[in-house]
């Protein structure tokens, strides 16, 4: 009987015969390119298992209603931080090639010109199908693939068609758009009549709207004005306002057993934000460390490229900025029975 090898099942053979230096054939003759090769394979296995997982999640949303209190609501949030940890886990991974000097990188730098990180194909389906549009993306004529160090026009073409996918973004916008927070059968003990017709004028945003006011101070009475634009006329970035009003009522209301997975998820966003952000930063510092202000083997700026995307490249940073309209706890108005005792809602 023929029984499953460990390296057999795992395929280790390509996987260890996949290092091939371009600066030395030999041990003695061996510096940091293997280091080098390595990292960059470890990264884009994390990388696959990433985007793995987003796929998962977006699979998941697409659908046209999921039962905040089913698997499927715990299985996204979960599946979620598995990613969080991943990133967490890549960040660190920058300190193991901070081991190498400038010194040691210009060993064999030339040797894989043009070739760069820039290049990644698996990094750019994670950003567009988080939500990254192209045109959001700082210096986007670095993209044309008929740049030197750019990507390859078949690997352009998939980025391309995963911003066209319904991205995780836009999932999470239309699942907030479904939310019935505001249907009239939740407000009839509300505790003045409300005008139910229209949800602009729901007695509890004009009620909100006054205590976020008391709550403002002198320098910042102009948020108001912000306040009516971004939950009633215009919304924030790629989000409608309704979709922004139902991502502030679970911020504020997080404490509702049934607003628990909603607020944890949106609040996951807002991490791998962040933790894709802080990549970015060390990246980007390891990089000036490397390289100073050299160009990149990619043919961008290269430090100052980085910073530029360090700044721009958010899928969530409208729900992250939320916290700009918040209240105190003492002041947020006192939601009906109704409301409060559902239980669980199909959106
Ligand atoms: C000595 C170490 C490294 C140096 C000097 C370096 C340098 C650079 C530079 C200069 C760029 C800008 C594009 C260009 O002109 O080439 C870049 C982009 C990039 N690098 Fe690295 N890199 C290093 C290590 C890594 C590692 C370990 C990864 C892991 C996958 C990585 C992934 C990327 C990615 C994804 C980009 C695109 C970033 C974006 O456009 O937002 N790099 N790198």
Do not use: C
């Not at 390595?38 to 998962?56: S, T």
């Not at 999640?57 to 715990?74: K, L, T």
């Not at 999932?171 to 505001?182: A, D, G, Y």
């Not at 083997?297 to 729900?319: D, M, R, V, W």
């Amino acid at each position: 009987m023929d029984d499953l090898y460990y390296s057999d099942y795992i395929e280790l053979d390509k996987i260890l015969n996949s290092q091939h230096p371009k600066s030395f054939s030999s041990m003695e003759e061996g510096n940091d390119e293997m280091l080098f090769i390595i990292i960059h394979q470890a990264y884009e296995l994390w990388f696959k298992q990433i985007l793995f997982e987003l796929d998962l999640v977006r699979n998941i949303f697409i659908r046209d209603r999921i039962n905040d209190n089913s698997d499927d609501m715990s299985r996204v949030v979960q599946r979620l931080k598995r990613i969080v940890k991943i990133l967490e886990l890549i960040n660190q991974q920058v300190s193991v090639l901070g081991t190498m000097t400038a010194l040691d990188f210009l060993e064999f730098r030339n040797f894989l010109l043009p070739a760069s990180g820039f290049q990644s194909k698996q990094f750019r389906l994670i950003e567009a199908k988080l939500g990254l549009k192209m045109e959001q993306r700082y210096k986007a004529e670095y993209y044309k693939h008929t740049r030197r160090g750019s990507l390859s026009e078949s690997d352009l073409q998939d980025v391309d068609q995963a911003e066209r996918e319904s991205t995780l973004k836009e999932l999470i916008v239309r699942w907030l758009e479904r939310m019935p927070f505001f249907d009239e059968k939740y407000w009839r003990d509300y505790h003045r009549a409300s005008a139910l017709d229209d949800e602009n004028k729901h007695q509890f945003w004009v009620d909100y709207r006054n205590a976020y006011q008391t709550s403002l101070s002198e320098s910042e009475r102009g948020r108001l004005k912000e306040f009516g634009k971004v939950f009633f006329e215009e919304g924030r970035g790629d989000i409608s306002p309704v979709a922004m009003r139902a991502a502030l009522f679970i911020t504020i209301y997080r404490n509702l057993p049934i607003l628990h997975l909603p607020f944890e998820l949106l609040n996951t966003l807002s991490e791998i934000d962040e933790l894709l952000s802080n990549w970015r930063y060390r990246h980007f510092m390891m990089v000036r460390r490397m390289i100073g202000i050299r160009a990149g083997t990619g043919g961008t700026s290269g430090a100052g490229y980085l910073e530029g995307t360090l700044n721009q490249h958010y899928a969530f940073k409208e729900i992250t900025e939320v916290a700009t309209f918040l209240i105190e706890r003492s002041k947020r108005p006192v939601l009906p029975n109704t409301l409060k005792e559902k239980v669980s809602f199909n959106v």
